[in-house]
């Protein structure tokens, strides 16, 4: 599920607390937020004098003070500090509002005497009826809770899996798969129709890797460990996956390899899909696997690829083997200011035609770059904001680059030593081309902190009557400009035609260079104050440009996923014969729909 | 039918149009000169690059589009790649414009100084300008004047410079080319020429659609273009031309700018410059190749009062809203963009129905002046009288309680009409038929057409030197100039003359009939007229609206009854299409009866026209106006297009025409209300 917010550089920015031990997350919500963005301890605000701060110490930005976010978050927006709209209940969760659990006795009966544990509690369950919408967040901001589990059940490998399967096909309960709980589709969301009793099966107990193989750099792992658990248990033996998506500090193995998961170095490592070598499957019908783990096959189609992206439609993934690569020995960040983004993207686009990518490349628009430079921490030492400015005099005057035009590329390489100054230097070679001039390190890094900050940030937003989202596509090179641009403009426009009474946030980043295109990723927030039904006008105006994306030749999704929110573009996305395709493999493989959580088809 | 009757008419009445400023007032009040040194800064496209006129041809030249069509030529051709890319740069140099400002404020020097002997005054509606500056600042615009006058572009080039507007670049024909100087004065004042033909050339249509896109994608100016395609010499809206505007519209579709804005403009002229030559151009005379000394010559003769021009900015059209829910862009998701290719059916009938919508959007926001009501009033009674054997003229106390009606009814229908109120309507009346004294006589009272003999002829009676033919053809003359008037009030009464005349000829007045006649009516016409492809269902409606909401019709349970007072209002619609409905008649009859075998598409003109004089000089047909060779052309189109008329290709038999006879028989009775409209012919057609 990689949706961007969330901790991008896990491992190298932020300092891990001493990480809970594994039995905490059984009851996540002690640690997480149950109607908001990460964990329950870090959240902006802005203090008694006006200035944002970031509370908690998990993240580098914890304990400081933003000066610059007040004024960009007014001026943006059109917000005011004045007018809030705090959640509506409290940070307690009200039991009383959730329905109550609908039992599968039989099932329960015999659930409990394989000794798995399993809960009804309304907590528990609410927890796991959602993902990050923007929909899913507003509603449980305000008290407000559809149709829940009715019940979670947590096997501790991939044995209790089977069982629960088998289980849930002989009473006909109706089984949803829980990862990390980052969805941005929709998926996590129980069909309102579904009569059954739904279980939500909480892959959380199944998080140990069960063994490394250094000779053929493989490591095998349960599918329930989160992104920075299994980097970090990985790192102790000096390896790594590299697989970093924007969420991986909560996302799931299995949840990647569900929604086809993109990292943000798969120019080094690859995306979901090139490092998974062996994955392992329950499904109604039993077990699927394959029996090798030869790198490659001529098999026929790959089955692989009907699980990758089958959204738990199909099954529970429960063990994946995975490619490792040893720990990158150097890592150093870097950042290009482009006159403009224009500029930006044709600089890019030279950059994947010589293939020569650093492990991640990503541009960020002017509004984006403006963002950032709201982010700015306040700095004890006089000396670095005075190096700051001249950089920026530097920057805006000498060079002729226009402030309200400028663009910022970040980056990140890695690899030996010699290798990544070498590489570097290509890097910033290309870039000259195209006008842009290198902007340091810090800028580099702190770009790269925008993305897991992000999320968090749309909490302090929904305080004060902003909502806003992001999502992504995949598009051409030859088209990215003008997907850019387009899909920027519908949005204001159906804003305007809607009625939103002040401009919104629009603006976008290239987050993902490939051969033959880029991935390309869509900010979008407003002011909803003088709207009655503020979320049903943004998912208008998501849905309007998720249009004209698709008519401008931009994907359905890079890597998000489909879920229950996109569902009504498969068939024109696929074509009929491929949706057929899909769902003659769903009618075998979950004749009665157990997998019943309605995403994809 | 029925499944239609959701829709909803406006009330034309409540259609609301801006307030006009004379601009030529202060150009009588101030100096000329300042005004064309005047600082000039206007208001450009948000997104602009600016880029010089040069630098826009190296653009065009290094497009991936024009790259690619140079590879296939090359390829076809065996020719050297660099002499295919000499070839198109030569294209483009031939094509290019070289707008500058310099030439820009001599026309405006001087164009004021021709504007004020010309007209009263130049009268533009100026909100219409400021929603145009706010539409050039916010995506690339295109112009759509209606072109009825050589003057059209110059006119529009001098309003946007007086309103600080951003400057055109405009599709002008090739022979305006061949005007030495004038050529090079208008190319740079921005116009840029296009052949005017250039069927099968590859090249030169990459090269040509390259250059306006990239103009229009970069914001670079406002592209104009005539959606007619050439000068209206009837004053009726011409069918539609699509090739430039397929080319506007496709950087939209391609997803290349965010939206393209069109603005269809109004231009009334109160006196048509060309007036008498358009009608000798109709009648056979061949049009004068435009040369320079005959532009100054025409000037020179044609100083005298022309009335005022009113030229309507109307509200800009965005093809985004246009193609919403009608065009699937993704269907350009698997081709490259660069790669030319035929628009789809659906994007042509898409490309056709905006075409349609904007000549409408122009038609609707012409000012009507009080003579135009009255040509149609002359017309009429002139053609009543000749019925009659009279004296083909009016009492004016007459006329004027008709034009008084006519006022009433054109408004009611929702008429851009400028009748002056201030005024008694006889006042209004006279100083309307003074200003067009080339056309109507006064004398003792009494009202007639100007024919240049004086008193009537009887058709047969030879008449001093003149022949019956010349005679015949110098009343011609005056008959369609008039026509040219009256043809510009067509469009406000179309649709119920349509329905009209459709109650005239159907075999009962039972809904449904009436409806196959209207239908049969409507399709025969839509070469003639401006009539949206696929909208009879709506049309009838409206005609239906106007007529039972004038009281001039009721419709009893599904029959029609025509009410007291609307005897007069049908009989009024009827005789205005009458010359049309006789026209095609006459047609249909020459082709019949008369037409040799072997006959051509291109003898087809010269030879109905004789088939025509001779019988009105015979008497068996009245109606001198069907001597137009626009009708005729309309009706050969309309018969071709039904098929009962076929154009033979290729071979030495190329563009012989031939005739099924028993199909335009049935035509021509079905036309002359002698066969009923059956439903199968409907159906088929």
Same mark, same amino acid.
Not at chain 1, 196 to 209: E, G, K
Not at chain 2, 595 to 617: D, M
């Given at each position: 599920?990689?949706?961007?917010? #969330?901790?991008?550089?896990?491992?190298?920015?932020?300092?891990?607390?001493?990480?809970?031990?594994?039995?905490?997350? +059984?009851?996540?919500?002690?640690?997480?937020?149950?109607?908001?963005?990460?964990?329950?301890?870090?959240?902006?605000?802005?203090?008694?004098?006006?200035?944002?701060?970031?509370?908690?110490?998990?993240?580098?930005?914890?304990?400081?003070?933003?000066?610059?976010?007040?004024?960009?978050?007014?001026?943006?927006?059109?917000?005011?500090?004045?007018?809030?709209?705090?959640?509506?209940?409290?940070?307690?969760?009200?039991? @009383?509002?959730?329905?109550?659990?609908?039992?599968?006795?039989?099932?329960?009966?015999?659930?409990?005497?394989?000794?798995?544990?399993?809960?009804?509690?309304?907590?528990?369950?609410?927890?796991?009826?959602?993902?990050?919408?923007?929909?899913?967040?507003?509603?449980?901001?305000?008290?407000?809770?559809?149709?829940?589990?009715?019940?979670?059940?947590?096997?501790?490998?991939?044995?209790?899996?089977?069982?629960?399967?088998?289980?849930?096909?002989?009473?006909?309960?109706?089984?949803?798969?829980?990862?990390?709980?980052?969805?941005?589709?929709?998926?996590?969301?129980?069909?309102?129709?579904?009569?059954?009793?739904?279980?939500?099966?909480?892959?959380?107990?199944?998080?140990?890797?069960?063994? &490394?193989?250094?000779?053929?750099?493989?490591?095998?792992?349960?599918? #329930?460990?989160?992104?920075?658990?299994?980097?970090?248990?990985?790192?102790?033996?000096?390896?790594?996956?590299?697989?970093?998506?924007? @969420?991986?500090?909560?996302?799931?193995?299995?949840?990647?390899?569900?929604?086809?998961?993109?990292?943000?170095?798969?120019?080094?490592?690859?995306?979901?899909?090139?490092?998974?070598?062996?994955? $392992?499957?329950?499904?109604?019908?039993?077990? &699927?696997?394959?029996?090798?783990?030869?790198?490659?096959?001529?098999?026929?189609?790959?089955?692989?690829?009907?699980?990758?992206?089958?959204?738990?439609?199909?099954?529970?993934?429960?063990?994946?083997?995975?490619?490792?690569?040893?720990?990158?020995?150097?890592?150093?960040?870097?950042?290009?200011?482009?006159?403009? +983004?224009?500029?930006?993207?044709?600089?890019?686009?030279?950059?994947?035609?010589?293939?020569?990518?650093?492990?991640? &490349?990503?541009?960020?628009?002017?509004?984006?770059?403006?963002? #950032?430079?709201?982010?700015?921490?306040?700095?004890? @030492?006089? +000396?670095?904001?005075?190096?700051?400015?001249? $950089?920026? +005099?530097?920057?805006?005057?000498?060079?002729?680059?226009?402030?309200?035009?400028?663009?910022?590329?970040?980056?990140?390489?890695? #690899?030996?030593?010699?290798?990544?100054?070498?590489?570097?230097?290509?890097?910033?070679?290309?870039?000259?081309?195209?006008?842009?001039?290198?902007?340091?390190?810090?800028?580099?890094?702190?770009?790269?902190?925008?993305?897991?900050?992000?999320?968090?940030?749309?909490?302090?937003?929904?305080?004060?009557?902003?909502?806003?989202?992001?999502?992504?596509?995949?598009?051409?090179?030859?088209?990215?400009?003008?997907?850019?641009?387009?899909?920027?403009?519908? &949005?204001?426009?159906?804003?305007?035609? $809607?009625?939103?009474?002040?401009?919104?946030?629009?603006?976008?980043?290239?987050?993902?260079?490939?051969?033959?295109?880029?991935?390309?990723?869509?900010?979008?927030?407003?002011?909803?104050?003088?709207?009655?039904?503020?979320?049903?006008?943004?998912?208008?105006?998501?849905?309007?440009?998720?249009?004209?994306?698709?008519?401008?030749?931009?994907?359905?999704?890079?890597?998000?996923?489909?879920?229950?929110?996109?569902?009504?573009?498969?068939?024109?996305?696929?074509?009929?014969?491929?949706?057929?395709?899909?769902?003659?493999?769903?009618?075998?493989?979950?004749?009665?729909?157990?997998?019943?959580?309605?995403?994809?088809? | 039918?029925?499944?239609?009757?959701?829709?909803?008419?406006?009330?034309?009445?409540?259609?609301?149009?801006?307030?006009?400023?004379?601009?030529?007032?202060?150009?009588?009040?101030?100096?000329?000169?300042?005004?064309?040194?005047?600082?000039?800064?206007?208001?450009?496209?948000?997104?602009?690059?600016?880029?010089?006129?040069?630098?826009?041809?190296?653009?065009?030249?290094?497009?991936?589009?024009?790259?690619?069509?140079?590879?296939?030529?090359?390829?076809?051709?065996?020719?050297?790649?660099?002499?295919?890319?000499?070839?198109?740069?030569?294209?483009?140099?031939?094509?290019?414009?070289?707008?500058?400002?310099?030439?820009?404020?001599?026309?405006?020097?001087?164009?004021?100084?021709?504007?004020?002997?010309?007209?009263?005054?130049?009268?533009?509606?100026?909100?219409?300008?400021?929603?145009?500056?706010?539409?050039?600042?916010?995506?690339?615009?295109?112009?759509?004047?209606?072109?009825?006058?050589?003057?059209?572009?110059?006119?529009?080039?001098?309003?946007?410079?007086?309103?600080?507007?951003?400057?055109?670049?405009?599709?002008?024909?090739?022979?305006?080319?061949?005007?030495?100087?004038?050529?090079?004065?208008?190319?740079?004042?921005?116009?840029?020429?296009?052949?005017?033909?250039?069927?099968?050339?590859?090249?030169?249509?990459?090269?040509?659609?390259?250059?306006?896109?990239?103009?229009?994608?970069?914001?670079?100016?406002?592209?104009?273009?005539?959606?007619?395609?050439?000068?209206?010499?009837?004053?009726?809206?011409?069918?539609?031309?699509?090739?430039?505007?397929?080319?506007?519209?496709?950087?939209?579709?391609?997803?290349?700018?965010?939206?393209?804005?069109?603005?269809?403009?109004?231009?009334?002229?109160?006196?048509?410059?060309?007036?008498?030559?358009?009608?000798?151009?109709?009648?056979?005379?061949?049009?004068?190749?435009?040369?320079?000394?005959?532009?100054?010559?025409?000037?020179?003769?044609?100083?005298?009062?022309?009335?005022?021009?009113?030229?309507?900015?109307?509200?800009?059209?965005?093809?985004?809203?246009?193609?919403?829910?009608?065009?699937?862009?993704?269907?350009?998701?698997?081709?490259?963009?660069?790669?030319?290719?035929?628009?789809?059916?659906?994007?042509?009938?898409?490309?056709?129905?905006?075409?349609?919508?904007?000549?409408?959007?122009?038609?609707?926001?012409?000012?009507?002046?009080?003579?135009?009501?009255?040509?149609?009033?002359?017309?009429?009674?002139?053609?009543?009288?000749?019925?009659?054997?009279?004296?083909?003229?009016?009492?004016?106390?007459?006329?004027?309680?008709?034009?008084?009606?006519?006022?009433?009814?054109?408004?009611?229908?929702?008429?851009?009409?400028?009748?002056?109120?201030?005024?008694?309507?006889?006042?209004?009346?006279?100083?309307?038929?003074?200003?067009?004294?080339?056309?109507?006589?006064?004398?003792?009272?009494?009202?007639?057409?100007?024919?240049?003999?004086?008193?009537?002829?009887?058709?047969?009676?030879?008449?001093?030197?003149?022949?019956?033919?010349?005679?015949?053809?110098?009343?011609?003359?005056?008959?369609?100039?008039?026509?040219?008037?009256?043809?510009?009030?067509?469009?406000?009464?179309?649709?119920?003359?349509?329905?009209?005349?459709?109650?005239?000829?159907?075999?009962?007045?039972?809904?449904?009939?009436?409806?196959?006649?209207?239908?049969?009516?409507?399709?025969?016409?839509?070469?003639?007229?401006?009539?949206?492809?696929?909208?009879?269902?709506?049309?009838?409606?409206?005609?239906?609206?106007?007529?039972?909401?004038?009281?001039?019709?009721?419709?009893?349970?599904?029959?029609?009854?025509?009410?007291?007072?609307?005897?007069?209002?049908?009989?009024?619609?009827?005789?205005?299409?009458?010359?049309?409905?006789?026209?095609?008649?006459?047609?249909?009859?020459?082709?019949?009866?008369?037409?040799?075998?072997?006959?051509?598409?291109?003898?087809?003109?010269?030879?109905?026209?004789?088939?025509?004089?001779?019988?009105?000089?015979?008497?068996?047909?009245?109606?001198?106006?069907?001597?137009?060779?626009?009708?005729?052309?309309?009706?050969?189109?309309?018969?071709?297009?039904?098929?009962?008329?076929?154009?033979?290709?290729?071979?030495?038999?190329?563009?012989?025409?031939?005739?099924?006879?028993?199909?335009?028989?049935?035509?021509?009775?079905?036309?002359?209300?002698?066969?009923?409209?059956?439903?199968?012919?409907?159906?088929?057609?």
């Amino acid at each position: 599920c990689g949706r961007q917010p #969330g901790s991008i550089v896990g491992v190298h920015v932020h300092c891990y607390p001493n990480l809970c031990p594994y039995l905490f997350f +059984f009851h996540r919500q002690e640690i997480m937020k149950w109607n908001g963005w990460g964990y329950s301890d870090s959240r902006f605000f802005f203090n008694k004098k006006g200035q944002a701060e970031f509370t908690g110490r998990r993240y580098r930005l914890s304990g400081l003070i933003i000066p610059g976010l007040k004024d960009w978050f007014e001026s943006t927006f059109g917000a005011s500090l004045q007018h809030k709209t705090p959640a509506t209940v409290s940070p307690i969760l009200n039991s @009383s509002a959730v329905q109550p659990p609908t039992l599968n006795e039989a099932f329960v009966e015999e659930l409990k005497s394989t000794g798995i544990p399993l809960s009804h509690d309304a907590e528990d369950r609410v927890f796991r009826a959602h993902g990050h919408c923007l929909h899913e967040i507003f509603a449980l901001r305000e008290g407000k809770f559809g149709r829940v589990p009715d019940m979670v059940v947590w096997p501790n490998c991939h044995n209790d899996v089977v069982k629960i399967v088998e289980l849930a096909c002989k009473h006909n309960v109706c089984l949803i798969p829980y990862g990390g709980g980052t969805s941005v589709s929709s998926a996590l969301e129980c069909p309102p129709e579904e009569t059954r009793s739904i279980v939500s099966l909480d892959t959380s107990q199944m998080n140990r890797i069960l063994w &490394i193989d250094e000779k053929n750099l493989t490591a095998h792992v349960e599918a #329930g460990i989160v992104g920075q658990d299994l980097e970090r248990l990985l790192n102790e033996s000096g390896y790594c996956t590299g697989h970093e998506p924007d @969420s991986m500090e909560f996302s799931s193995l299995g949840g990647w390899v569900a929604t086809r998961a993109s990292g943000m170095k798969k120019n080094v490592y690859g995306n979901i899909e090139d490092l998974v070598v062996h994955v $392992k499957m329950v499904t109604p019908q039993g077990v &699927i696997e394959k029996s090798c783990q030869g790198p490659r096959m001529s098999t026929g189609p790959d089955v692989h690829h009907f699980i990758m992206g089958s959204e738990g439609t199909l099954g529970v993934v429960t063990e994946v083997t995975m490619k490792i690569r040893p720990m990158p020995e150097y890592q150093k960040y870097g950042s290009v200011v482009f006159p403009n +983004f224009e500029q930006g993207v044709a600089c890019l686009r030279e950059v994947a035609r010589q293939r020569c990518a650093p492990a991640s &490349i990503r541009l960020m628009d002017n509004e984006q770059f403006k963002f #950032g430079h709201a982010l700015k921490p306040q700095v004890s @030492s006089i +000396f670095t904001s005075f190096l700051d400015g001249l $950089k920026k +005099f530097y920057i805006t005057k000498f060079k002729g680059f226009d402030p309200n035009r400028l663009c910022v590329a970040t980056l990140l390489f890695e #690899g030996d030593r010699e290798k990544v100054l070498q590489h570097e230097k290509q890097v910033y070679d290309i870039a000259a081309k195209f006008g842009g001039l290198a902007a340091g390190e810090d800028n580099g890094q702190r770009g790269y902190m925008l993305t897991f900050v992000i999320a968090y940030l749309r909490d302090l937003g929904m305080d004060y009557y902003v909502i806003g989202e992001s999502f992504e596509t995949s598009v051409p090179w030859d088209r990215v400009l003008d997907i850019c641009r387009n899909v920027k403009a519908r &949005i204001i426009r159906e804003c305007k035609d $809607k009625g939103v009474q002040f401009s919104p946030l629009s603006t976008c980043r290239v987050t993902q260079t490939y051969d033959a295109g880029a991935c390309v990723y869509f900010y979008f927030a407003f002011n909803y104050r003088g709207l009655s039904d503020p979320v049903h006008v943004y998912e208008q105006v998501e849905h309007a440009a998720r249009e004209e994306i698709l008519a401008n030749g931009g994907s359905l999704s890079h890597h998000h996923g489909v879920g229950k929110l996109r569902k009504e573009w498969m068939r024109d996305t696929i074509s009929k014969v491929g949706m057929g395709m899909l769902k003659s493999v769903k009618d075998y493989v979950d004749p009665n729909n157990i997998f019943g959580n309605r995403n994809l088809l | 039918m029925a499944s239609e009757a959701v829709y909803t008419h406006r009330d034309p009445m409540l259609k609301k149009r801006d307030d006009f400023e004379d601009i030529l007032e202060e150009r009588r009040n101030s100096s000329d000169l300042r005004y064309a040194l005047r600082c000039y800064i206007p208001v450009l496209y948000k997104e602009l690059t600016p880029c010089k006129a040069s630098e826009l041809k190296s653009m065009v030249l290094q497009s991936d589009q024009l790259r690619y069509v140079i590879n296939q030529v090359c390829k076809e051709t065996g020719m050297a790649a660099d002499e295919v890319q000499a070839e198109a740069a030569a294209i483009l140099e031939e094509m290019a414009h070289r707008l500058q400002l310099s030439t820009i404020r001599f026309f405006a020097f001087t164009l004021s100084k021709v504007f004020k002997t010309l007209f009263r005054s130049i009268c533009v509606n100026e909100e219409g300008i400021q929603r145009l500056q706010q539409a050039i600042h916010e995506h690339p615009v295109v112009l759509l004047p209606s072109h009825r006058s050589y003057m059209d572009f110059l006119l529009m080039s001098y309003i946007l410079y007086t309103y600080d507007l951003a400057l055109p670049v405009i599709a002008a024909g090739m022979d305006f080319m061949a005007m030495k100087f004038v050529g090079e004065m208008l190319r740079m004042s921005g116009a840029f020429f296009i052949r005017r033909s250039f069927g099968g050339d590859k090249l030169y249509w990459a090269v040509f659609s390259e250059y306006v896109k990239t103009m229009l994608k970069n914001g670079f100016a406002p592209v104009e273009f005539f959606l007619e395609g050439t000068r209206s010499r009837t004053c009726k809206s011409l069918t539609p031309k699509l090739g430039l505007l397929n080319i506007v519209m496709d950087p939209f579709l391609k997803g290349e700018v965010f939206d393209v804005s069109l603005v269809p403009v109004s231009i009334s002229y109160e006196r048509i410059l060309e007036e008498a030559l358009y009608a000798r151009e109709l009648l056979g005379v061949p049009k004068p190749k435009e040369s320079t000394s005959g532009l100054f010559k025409a000037r020179k003769v044609l100083s005298e009062d022309y009335g005022s021009i009113h030229v309507y900015f109307g509200q800009p059209v965005s093809v985004r809203s246009l193609a919403q829910n009608r065009v699937d862009r993704c269907q350009f998701n698997l081709i490259p963009r660069h790669i030319p290719r035929k628009p789809g059916e659906d994007i042509h009938s898409f490309v056709n129905d905006s075409a349609y919508r904007l000549v409408r959007a122009q038609e609707e926001n012409m000012v009507l002046k009080p003579w135009v009501l009255l040509a149609s009033l002359l017309l009429q009674n002139h053609h009543q009288m000749q019925v009659a054997e009279q004296k083909q003229e009016m009492a004016l106390d007459e006329l004027t309680e008709q034009a008084v009606w006519l006022r009433d009814l054109s408004r009611q229908y929702g008429a851009f009409l400028h009748w002056p109120d201030h005024v008694s309507p006889s006042e209004a009346v006279s100083s309307s038929l003074s200003l067009h004294r080339g056309l109507v006589r006064i004398s003792e009272g009494r009202v007639q057409l100007a024919f240049e003999q004086g008193g009537q002829t009887r058709p047969g009676e030879p008449c001093s030197t003149v022949t019956p033919e010349e005679e015949l053809l110098n009343q011609a003359v005056i008959i369609l100039s008039c026509a040219s008037y009256r043809n510009q009030a067509l469009h406000i009464f179309l649709r119920p003359a349509l329905l009209a005349s459709a109650i005239h000829t159907a075999s009962s007045s039972n809904k449904q009939e009436v409806y196959n006649s209207f239908s049969f009516l409507r399709n025969m016409f839509s070469n003639e007229f401006i009539l949206c492809p696929g909208a009879t269902v709506q049309d009838f409606e409206e005609a239906c609206y106007l007529l039972v909401k004038t009281g001039a019709l009721q419709i009893n349970q599904q029959e029609f009854v025509v009410t007291e007072r609307g005897h007069r209002t049908l009989g009024f619609l009827t005789r205005m299409l009458d010359p049309f409905l006789q026209g095609y008649q006459v047609v249909c009859r020459f082709l019949c009866e008369d037409a040799t075998e072997g006959l051509t598409e291109k003898q087809f003109v010269p030879a109905v026209r004789k088939f025509i004089i001779r019988h009105i000089l015979t008497g068996r047909l009245r109606y001198t106006e069907v001597l137009s060779s626009d009708l005729q052309k309309n009706s050969l189109a309309a018969l071709l297009r039904l098929g009962a008329v076929q154009k033979l290709k290729g071979g030495e038999e190329q563009g012989t025409l031939k005739v099924n006879k028993v199909m335009v028989n049935s035509l021509e009775d079905t036309l002359g209300g002698k066969l009923p409209t059956q439903k199968a012919v409907v159906a088929r057609l």
